[in-house]
Each structure stands twice: as structure tokens, then as C-alpha cells.
């Protein structure tokens, strides 16, 4: 008889593998909550939500989730703050991502809107702008040779992407396509004009 391969591991996004599915049958619903969370957690931080829908998909019931969540939260297991301001520091500086996409990244893995608006009210804007202009440095040396419409395409797309404000985003790229000597307005391409028409209906909501 072939012998059971090794027990998969957690996702990335906290998702449990299916085999770990049978994990935990006839024991005690906290118990069972309790292994879990603690199995979950050894890998990295995990939002409250993220650990809920966890214990959801397994079947633990919801009385035994709610306890087993409050406790961890009391004693500092699941704390959602923490969490918030980790990932912001981890995305922001590893993945050049702005206040706009971090805060939908956080939403999405159940953080509360508070927690979200401190997090990402703690990353200077200063640094924001730099890590923008240093992304389009980089870009802006991969284009070379293309047409310069195609270029601010690409360069604005790519800090939209990262969740850049529009007005952000062609001002920077003007900034550095005026450093490497290229004249966009020439082109017809106005990326002052484009930074103020956007201005008023680009919001950058937490």
C-alpha cells in the first residue's frame, strides 16, 4: 500500500489545503478552532477574518470560532493593527505600492476601515513620491526607443497599477521624461494639462 504523502500546508492567502479538511473530526469544536488558528498562524500573521473564513470552510461553529477568536485577539495572537501596519511597510517598500492599492489589499483580507486608514496614514508621502519616481526610472530606461506616446502610456499604467493617483502619476512621469531631455508637449502630449483635468476626479480613498 502506498503510503500518504506529506500534509499540505496553508496558501498564501490562509486558505487551508483540502486534506487538512479531516483534520481535527470528533474533537472538541474549540479544540478543533483552537489547532487550527495556532496551525495557520505558524506560517505568518493572519488577519481575524482571514482565520474566520478559515474556521468557516472546516466546519467549526461559529460559537467556538467567536471564542476562540476573542481569545486570541485578548492575548495578542490575531492583532489586525499589527497586521495592517506590516503589510504596509512590506508591500510599500517591496512592491512600490501606493496608499490606493495597499488599502484595497488590506479590504480585501478583512481588515477594518480604521485600521486600514491608520496603516496606510503612517506611509510619509515623500517616500510615496520617491518610490514613484523610482519605479518610472525603471521603466523609463526599459522603454527607450519606443514611440513617447506608447511610453507615457506604459509609465502611467504601470503607477495606476500600483495604485498611484492619476495626478501623481503624470506628474511624475513628467518629471522624469523632462530629466532624460524628451519633449512630450511636441509629441502633443500635454502631461501638465492631463495632471490638472484629473486632478479633481482622482480621489485616493482609504
Not at 187 to 205: E, N, Q, R, W, Y
Amino acid at each position: 500500500m502506498a503510503r500518504p504523502g506529506p500534509r499540505a500546508g496553508p496558501d498564501p492567502d490562509g486558505r487551508a489545503r483540502p486534506d487538512e479538511a479531516d483534520d481535527g473530526r470528533g474533537m472538541d469544536p474549540e479544540e478543533q478552532a483552537r489547532q487550527l488558528c495556532l496551525r495557520l498562524l505558524t506560517g505568518r500573521p493572519r488577519t481575524r477574518a482571514q482565520l474566520a473564513e478559515a474556521m468557516h470552510r472546516h466546519g467549526v461553529p461559529d460559537d467556538a470560532a467567536a471564542t476562540v477568536l476573542a481569545r486570541f485577539t485578548e492575548v495578542g495572537l490575531i492583532d489586525d493593527a499589527a497586521f495592517a501596519r506590516a503589510w504596509v511597510e512590506s508591500r510599500h517598500h517591496g512592491r512600490g505600492l501606493a496608499r490606493r492599492a495597499l488599502s484595497a489589499e488590506l479590504k480585501q483580507r478583512g481588515v477594518d476601515g480604521e485600521e486600514i486608514i491608520a496603516a496606510v496614514s503612517a506611509l510619509d508621502p515623500a517616500d510615496e513620491i520617491e518610490t514613484a519616481r523610482r519605479l518610472v526610472a525603471k521603466g523609463l530606461a526599459a522603454s527607450r526607443g519606443k514611440p513617447l506616446p506608447t511610453r507615457v502610456r506604459r509609465l502611467v499604467g504601470l503607477l495606476a497599477r500600483k495604485g498611484y493617483p492619476a495626478p501623481v502619476a503624470y506628474r511624475v512621469v513628467r518629471e522624469a521624461l523632462d530629466q532624460e531631455g524628451a519633449d512630450p508637449v511636441a509629441a502633443g502630449i500635454d502631461l501638465d494639462d492631463m495632471a490638472l483635468t484629473t486632478a479633481d476626479a482622482d480621489t485616493d480613498p482609504a
